[in-house]
Nanobody, 124 residues
Framework: QVHLVESGGGLVQTGDSLRLSCAASGRTFSSRAMGWFRQVSGKEREFVAGIDYSGGSTDYPDSVKGRFTVSRDNVKTMVYLQMSSLKPEDTAVYYC?????????????????WGQGTQVTVSS
């Protein structure tokens, strides 16, 4: 029902900026909250950004607040994650996700659909 493909990952240096993109297919895209997660080998997947169906509400954990910005374009069915002031601890595989059940905030939404992931590596 929902197919997600991430792109834009790569190798950058500490302090650099990078924008990840998520191309979504599915006619219900505009009604779904969207999220970005990241995962490091051996660790649990971590929520890093979320945006409600309209783009009017966003949600971030303290670890990325002020540095990451999530946005969406419902016409193009795209979701973006703009990352700035990148740190080595941001190194991870980043996944785009689509919610099946909305929450009071994007971070509380239930995410059922996932992309394949894109690697972000930040060197010191």
């Amino acid at each position: 029902q929902v197919h997600l493909v991430e792109s834009g990952g790569g190798l950058v240096q500490t302090g650099d900026s990078l924008r990840l993109s998520c191309a979504a297919s599915g006619r219900t895209f505009s009604s779904r909250a969207m999220g970005w997660f990241r995962q490091v080998s051996g660790k649990e997947r971590e929520f890093v950004a979320g945006i409600d169906y309209s783009g009017g509400s966003t949600d971030y954990p303290d670890s990325v607040k002020g540095r990451f910005t999530v946005s969406r374009d419902n016409v193009k069915t795209m979701v973006y994650l703009q990352m700035s002031s990148l740190k080595p601890e941001d190194t991870a595989v980043y996944y785009c996700a689509a919610a099946s059940i909305p929450g009071v905030t994007p971070s509380r939404s239930r995410y059922n659909y996932w992309g394949q992931g894109t690697q972000v590596t930040v060197s010191s």
